[in-house]
């Protein structure tokens, strides 16, 4: 099943109409309030990254579900001007993205980043969870390549990884709820999908 696919923007758009749209799925598939409300909270992680996206971002918000295997899709063709980000970011008193704290403000950077041009250096950007496809990821400027959260995580066992990533894993709502989180970039598209097994 697909469900019908929410015009969403950062400006706010459409957001109350994508968590309906969570709720609805539910009520559809006769879930039990409990993992409804998992499902739910998936979804405004999903909105909250975007309402805090610099710049204004226009996406489209659908939820597919097989066997009670759901996936919430976030997809969007719209580049984000670096020269614009970096404006956007010069306003702020630090220069930075201060809401790039805790697992989804990473993720959402990361989505911010996976729009900027092909040959912006992505380098430093949790580069133990990205999968390249073809010879461009060699350079980290791709044109396609997945990012995996559980890839990520499992490279945090394996690296001397500070404790304030593991604090911020046992935090997070979309590290203790979704079973993945993955990013595609392909084709000047970037997607963002949560999947959850109920």
């Known amino acids: 099943m ?11 758009t459409g957001i109350k109409d994508a968590l309906a749209q969570a709720e609805a799925v539910a009520a559809y598939k006769k879930l039990e309030p409990k993992k409804a409300i998992h499902l739910r909270l ?3 992680e999903m909105m909250g990254m975007l309402s805090a996206m610099t710049g204004n971002l226009d996406a489209e918000f659908w939820i597919e579900d097989k066997e ?3 996936e919430l899709h976030l997809l ?3 580049v984000m001007n670096n020269r614009l980000r970096k404006q956007l970011l010069s306003t702020a008193t630090s220069g930075t993205n201060a809401a790039s704290k805790g697992v ?5 950077e990361l989505f911010e980043k996976a729009l900027e041009p092909v040959d912006e250096d992505m380098t430093g950007y949790y580069n133990s969870g990205w999968t390249y496809m073809g010879t461009e990821g060699a350079n980290l400027g791709m044109t396609a390549g997945v990012w995996s959260f559980n890839q990520y995580r499992e490279s ?4 001397q990884a500070p404790k304030e990533n593991w604090d911020e894993l046992e935090k997070s709502i979309i590290a203790n ?6 990013i595609w970039i392909k084709n000047g598209t970037v997607e963002m999908t949560v999947f959850k097994k109920i």
């Not at 697909?2 to 706010?12: E, L």
């Open 177 to 182: 709820l979704a079973d993945e989180v993955k």
């Open 104 to 108: 989804m403000g990473k993720i959402r």
């Open 156 to 159: 945090l066992k394996t690296t």
């Open 42 to 44: 998936l979804a405004e």
């Open 68 to 70: 009670r295997e759901f």
């Open 2 to 12: 697909r469900s019908d696919v929410i015009h969403v923007n950062s400006d706010g």
């Open 76 to 78: 969007t063709d719209t």
